[in-house]
């Protein structure tokens, strides 16, 4: 294939029986699950599990490997102490690559990629994805207090994913809710085929780099606004619409400039996203537990996307994932700028699955390119270029 396609759009990168998506019906299914059966039923611990191993897990399966997440959640005092350094100001999800890519200093095991003989006895692919995906949230909890000038809160082997996570973001007990919510949304951000982070992903393991290289490959790919940031920029929308009144006339001006709206389409969708859909329901219960009282973020937003439907849903744009995932970390009392490193905590899971499925028929990536530059040329002597006027 010699055809250029800006953005790779529709070009299979890689073979993969990870997730599958169904645009025009909106399906989203992890290793054949459908995304809204594993909201309902399922955990964040046993959908990580899904991703890696390929099936549900037996209940004593589950257990072993929930239990080695919850033993490793514990990182060396260095990385912490590498961390107060770090400008209180800057944004998570520099702190969150920095932090993810030292590990490589303090956890050896790079050979492991490339002698089979250094890892005899040893699953090393399994024990790296317990060790990254125990402590991507601790990181992003500890930077919650060590930025404000505080010691982090220890974590806790008594409580599941979710419940920890909480608990060392607030240093308080966690609320059941709360943390069934956040559980809920790790399990709709944990995997979504060959988005641009995946992609990384795949690039990077494919040159056998360590997985904390490859992570952090990942973690700044999502960290643009096209990608993982596009959350906290729609707050920033919906702050600017102001009323749920201006949300129309807002629009119509937006579209008239060719200005992008935040949350809104998906490259693989052509109907809603179906985890916006599972989320517009988690803000709802949200709301109803506070005794039906509607935000004005969320009355801002569900008018503009009733505007949207009429003027862009022909189209085949409708709300993303990103369009009601800030509004809820938000009444959660998130910060706006730990919106991403919660979506990169989750992703992981995903990201891991597809390291673990590169290794295993790995080569590494070279696309070609459609070349637009000058011809082949003889090289001039500087006393014959001129001085760079025209002739």
Same mark, same amino acid.
């Given at each position: ?349 995903? @990201?891991?699955?597809? @390291? ?13 390119q459609v070349y637009t530059g000058e011809p082949v040329r003889p090289y001039r002597p500087m006393a014959e270029r001129g001085d760079g006027q025209p002739e």
């Amino acid at each position: 294939m010699n055809e250029y396609l800006p953005g790779l759009e529709g070009v299979p990168a890689t073979r993969s029986n990870i997730s599958f998506i169904d645009g025009e019906q909106g399906l989203l299914a992890y290793r054949g699950y459908s995304i809204e059966d594993l909201a309902e039923n399922s955990t964040f611990e046993e959908t990580a599990l899904l991703l890696l191993d390929g099936d549900l897990p037996t209940a004593e399966e589950l257990a072993v490997f929930d239990d080695q997440l919850r033993r490793n959640r514990r990182v060396k005092f260095n990385i912490r102490e590498m961390m107060k350094h770090l400008p209180p100001s800057g944004h998570p999800m520099d702190m969150l690559q920095s932090a993810v890519a030292s590990l490589g200093m303090f956890y050896a095991g790079r050979e492991c990629l490339t002698d089979a003989d250094a890892c005899e006895g040893l699953d090393y692919v399994h024990e790296m994805t317990v060790k990254i995906l125990a402590r991507m949230p601790v990181f992003v909890t500890m930077w919650e207090h060590i930025r404000k000038g505080y010691d982090p809160v220890p974590p806790r082997t008594d409580l599941g994913f979710a419940e920890n996570f909480l608990h060392m973001f607030t240093g308080a007990e966690p609320d059941p809710f709360l943390a069934r919510i956040l559980d809920v949304c790790l399990i709709l951000h944990a995997e979504h085929t060959i988005n641009a982070s995946t992609f990384a992903t795949l690039v990077t393991s494919s040159t056998l780099a360590s997985p904390y290289a490859v992570m952090s490959a990942s973690i700044g790919t999502l960290a643009g606004p096209l990608h993982g940031g596009a959350n906290e920029r729609v707050l920033d929308m919906l702050d600017e619409i102001g009323d749920p009144s201006r949300a129309r006339t807002w629009l119509d001006r937006k579209l008239e400039r060719k200005e992008k709206i935040w949350g809104m389409g998906h490259r693989e969708y052509k109907v809603k996203d179906p985890r916006a859909n599972i989320l517009q329901r988690l803000v709802m219960e949200f709301m109803e537990r506070r005794q039906g009282h509607v935000s004005r973020r969320m009355e801002i937003a569900l008018a503009l996307e009733e505007a949207a439907a009429e003027r862009l849903g022909p189209k085949g744009v409708y709300p993303n994932v990103d369009y009601y995932s800030g509004i809820l970390y938000d009444m959660m009392d998130i910060p706006v700028d730990q919106f991403t490193p919660i979506f990169a905590v989750s992703r992981t899971a995903g @990201w891991l699955a597809h @390291w673990r499925e590169q290794l295993g028929d790995n080569r590494i990536f070279r696309p070609t390119q459609v070349y637009t530059g000058e011809p082949v040329r003889p090289y001039r002597p500087m006393a014959e270029r001129g001085d760079g006027q025209p002739e």
